[in-house]
């Protein structure tokens, strides 16, 4: 049965939101909803009637806000508003992050703060729930006074204006979908155009989605990181909960805890404990692992605060408040959003600089303790995963490049009426890309590890990173002579995209208990 996701004035909660952007779900306005959409745009109907000119109800927008429009043209005014603000380029976004926009406009208008009637509202439900996507593009939006370009296409398509998607995936007409759905394109009246354009929608579901991914991804990143520090006869006694909790950060006693429970009862670590062992410290890439994705995960933790507040938020301009008052704000301002977007891609470039290190220290014969030269079947003759390495370090070398902050930079526009922007979009945008190479580089490191403990046999991995192993080799053959390496990358990235690794790994990591402390590697960590 399909999900259904209430829409009311309270709250979206973010499993909700990607529900409907990522499963389909389908959506509905609430009683509460529509009755404080009726409420509000009472109000809105009695200030148009009015001689008193009010912004966004009988005046111009932005810097052409001091013009009085006469009641017989504002419908027109609203048509020209989105027609206008419609004016994105590049390639179209992807149909995610279109629904995203549609639904949290939609949460908006359902607050009873933004004076659109009740009807407008229905249809933008109605073009949800029969699978229209319309042609978002990429460029157009500053991330200030909403996400304004993306938005406006969608306005566009309510009007039965512009192209959409279809269900059926075709690239159609907008008004050609509304009608093979049944529903009729809305004329749009007084204040509505801006409400629909007027929010930071875009960049909010970009969020929302990027935290459940990167959640995922640091997950992955510990189970490598683990299988890294096993195949490079690394100790786990550096992920000791005593030693983490001399430094209580909560997302680095987990990333510790799971590695920790990653390598328990493994075969390969028991191999060298005790007085034989000369190592003294694992290189950093392997003992401080805890730590960098622990930082990782509290940032995270930040950027989703703020995401629920964000979720929790009417962002309009001007809006109705429950007295009546149409009043002008900054709300739609998208520092809040666009600082946590850019924060996250630090973590993302540095938890992938940290995994492709763990990587070339698998490959080099002076630090991999007796693993073959880039653990390739005939060194000289065969290359094994050196150029793995390489693809790596050139996604890295991006993924540092993309961490540059979006947020910081500021075009002024509107003949400087806006004369300080978010860029918050950007932000969105290039997150994106940061994470879909650090799913990429997560997936180099498990092709590397399991390569290197395939090797370490007889000697038996734990049964958790065994399980990464195995699910890895339904997939990807194990060592042997070269081979295409491209396509077990990609198998690699989409055992990591589709959660089928965590799957397999999980219930191991549930099952492990803390191993006897006289059990444990005495080196130093």
Known sequence: MQQTVPVGPGPLGREQV?????????????????????????????????????????????????????????AALQRSLVRSH???????????????????????????????????ALALA????????????????????GDLAPLSAIALALMGEGEVVDAEGRRVPA????????????????KEGLALINGTDGMLGMLVMAAA????????????????????????????????????????????????????????????????????????????????????RDTLAHAETVADRELASAVDNPVVLPDGRVESNGNFHGAP???????????????????????????????????PAFLAEDPGVDSGHMIAQYT??????????????ASVDSIPSSAMQEDHVSMGWSAARKLRRALDGMTTVLAVELLTAARALDLRAPLRPAPATAAAVAALRERVAGPGSDRHLAPEIAAAEELVRS???????????????????????????
């Open 213 to 296: 991914d990167l959640a995922a991804l640091l997950d992955v990143a510990d189970v490598t990181a683990a299988m890294s520090v096993e195949a490079l006869l690394g100790t786990d006694r550096a992920f000791a909960a005593d030693l983490h909790a001399l430094r209580p950060h909560p997302g680095q006693a987990r990333s510790a805890a799971r590695m920790f429970a990653a390598l328990a009862g493994s075969g390969i670590v028991a191999s060298h404990r005790g007085p034989d062992c000369t190592r003294v410290q694992d290189a950093y890439s392997l003992r401080c692992a805890p730590q960098v994705h622990g930082a990782a």
């Open 175 to 190: 008004a050609d979908a509304l009608a093979a759905a049944g529903l009729e394109p809305v004329r749009l009246a007084e």
């Open 126 to 145: 109605g073009m949800l729930n029969a699978g229209i996507v319309p042609v978002v593009h990429e460029y157009g939006s500053l991330g200030c006074s």
């Open 392 to 405: 790596q370090a050139a996604i890295v070398s991006e993924l540092k490049r993309l961490a540059a902050p």
């Open 499 to 525: 959660g089928a690794l965590l799957a397999a790994v999980e219930p191991h990591l549930a099952a492990a208990t803390p191993a006897d402390e006289s059990t444990l590697d005495r080196r130093n960590p």
């Open 86 to 120: 419609a004016a994105g380029a590049g390639p179209a976004v992807e149909p995610e992050v279109v629904r995203a926009l549609m639904l949290l406009r939609l949460s908006t208008l359902a607050t009873g703060h933004t004076g659109v009637r009740p009807e407008t």
């Open 337 to 371: 959003v666009a600082y946590v977007l850019d924060f996250l891609a630090i973590p993302v470039a540095d938890v992938a600089s940290m995994a492709e290190r763990r990587t070339d220290r698998m490959l080099d014969v002076a630090r991999s303790h007796g693993l």
């Open 18 to 74: 990607l529900a409907v952007t990522r499963g389909g779900a389908r959506v509905e306005l609430t009683p509460a909803a529509l009755e404080a959409l009726a409420a509000s745009r009472a109000h809105v109907e009695a200030l148009a009637a009015g001689e008193r000119p009010t912004y966004g109800v009988s005046t111009g927008f932005g810097a052409l806000a001091v013009r009085h429009i006469p009641q017989d043209l504002r």
